[in-house]
């Protein structure tokens, strides 16, 4: 059962650098989304997709693209990289109809920007 | 718009005593209400769920949670807490629009 499978799980980049964090899930889900998560703030959500073809954006998404070509996969990309996205990224996913539905979440990708 | 709080950043309790974390929300329609939990490095683990079926949540680990209308909370508890509780404690409500709106996290130290 591979669930929700982000990639990589450590990766160090240098300030200006571009760099694809990488999720995908076999679930089927239509719902995808990405979160950062950072000490005493809780998790925050960076951009969600309800299905292939459409994207929108969440409570912090300057800095960040994404696209969604295909239901399995929902690839976040960082165009130019800042110290402030210093962060540990989760990528989630769920059925999107019905709220009470279990959103399930990856391991987490820790990026460090310095 | 929807949003949840979490008293206490840090709770801190002896392995055997009552576990208590509180959460409140707030929500202008009938709310979906989640508790996840993170153990170090690891990502968010599903503890249980209210979805109004009914107000008494009993979930996975011995974990359970009320969801009270009248106090708009939904504090998570455990009769007797283990050394493996330690861990992160997230609250979420989710809104319309399927996004989860988490609380900032409530950390549970157990002690021996």
């Known amino acids: 059962n591979a669930g929700v499978t982000q990639t990589p799980k450590f990766q160090v980049l240098k300030t200006g650098q571009s760099m694809t964090l990488q999720c995908a899930q076999d679930m089927n889900h239509e719902y995808m989304s990405w979160y950062r998560q950072d000490p005493g703030m809780g998790l925050r959500l960076i951009h969600y997709s309800v299905g292939a073809g459409i994207t929108d954006q969440g409570e912090v998404p300057n800095g960040y693209n994404v696209s969604r070509s295909t239901t399995e996969d929902f690839p976040l990309r960082l165009l130019s990289a800042a110290p402030s996205q210093t962060s540990v990224y989760f990528c989630?996913?769920?059925?999107?109809?019905?709220?009470?539905?279990?959103?399930?979440f990856g391991e987490g990708s820790w990026l460090t920007v310095v | 718009a929807q949003s949840v709080t979490q008293l206490g950043s840090h709770v801190s309790v002896s392995e055997g005593a009552l576990v208590l974390l509180r959460c409140n929300y707030s929500s202008s329609v009938p709310p979906y209400l989640f508790w996840y939990v993170q153990y170090p490095n690891q990502g968010l683990q599903l503890l249980l769920k209210?979805?109004?079926?009914?107000?008494l949540v009993k979930g996975i680990n011995g974990f359970e949670a009320e969801f009270k209308k009248s106090e708009t909370s939904f504090h998570l508890t455990k009769p007797s807490a283990h050394m493996s509780d330690a861990a992160e404690y997230f609250c979420a409500v989710r809104e319309a629009g399927t996004a989860l709106i988490f609380g900032k996290g409530t950390t549970l130290s157990v002690s021996s």
């Open positions: 989630a996913s769920s059925y999107a109809t019905g709220l009470g539905n279990t959103i399930y």
């Open positions: 209210y979805t109004s079926a009914a107000t």
